[in-house]
């Protein structure tokens, strides 16, 4: 919000965002966006984040009608052109889903979910190094970790239909079927891309520090994702949860 929207080159127009990642933090966003942006229909303006965290500051403010059109100013395309964006954060708070079907009504959602427990250790150990406190970080990796209400307000205000669910681990171990997917998934060709897909390894790079969770926790959080699991594989029966540890555990 402090930030001015880009320049961009004559010819292009600026318009609402064609596609809007929603989530999650720690399931490999950064890796997709940038398989998504290596399309040659799909444009980013120069200096534009992958991560634009727009609607962050609306917890507490009304979105009016410029800050919509403010909205829109971040995503510069040649005619024919695809662009969007993709902030995990925010299919997690609260507020921003029905602001987002207002800013960009036509939008399609992407969402990436991972295994709660592999995501828990990887966020905490995102958090621990920001130095966010023990206690605080273990809270918010737990929280963000609920997949199914957060996949229930989201459906209450876009269609299933114009919505994308895809979980890391397929992205990961067949990677060309899941770029095929959200390819057709926006319409655009899956040939266009501009090389072979790239691994998911460089975006871990400041992740290899494995967090191992004391043995009176894991049977925890395994209990607590329990019926959240079930309740999200009701929401969505067709997305395979077999790759997930935590999944067979419960």
Known sequence: ????????????????PDFVGVGVQRAGTSWWFDELCRHHDVHRAPDVPKELHYFDAFSN???TDGDIARYHDWFPRPDGGLAGE?????????????????????????????????RFRSALVFQLRRGVPHPDAVL????????????ARMLQYV?????????????????????????????????????????????QRHARMRYELP??????????????LASLARLLPDL???RWPTQGHT
């Open 159 to 203: 269609p299933r239909g114009r919505v994308l669910v895809l979980t890391y681990e397929d992205a990961q171990s067949s990677p060309e079927r899941a770029r095929r997917r959200t390819a057709d998934f926006l319409g655009i060709d899956p040939s266009r891309f501009e090389r072979e897909i790239e691994s998911i390894e460089p975006h």
């Open 61 to 63: 403010r009304r979105l």
């Open 1 to 16: 919000m402090d930030r001015d929207p880009p320049a961009y080159p004559g010819g292009w127009h600026t318009a609402p």
């Open 140 to 151: 918010d990796a737990f929280h963000r970790g609920l997949y199914a209400s957060q996949v």
């Open 86 to 118: 993709w902030t995990p954060r925010y299919v997690y708070d609260p507020w921003t889903l029905p602001l987002l079907a207002r800013a960009a009504p036509d939008a399609r959602l992407l969402l990436m979910l991972r295994d709660p427990i592999d």
């Open 240 to 242: 395979d949860l077999g």
């Open 215 to 228: 043995n009176e926790l894991l049977p925890e959080l395994t209990e607590r994702y329990r019926e959240d």
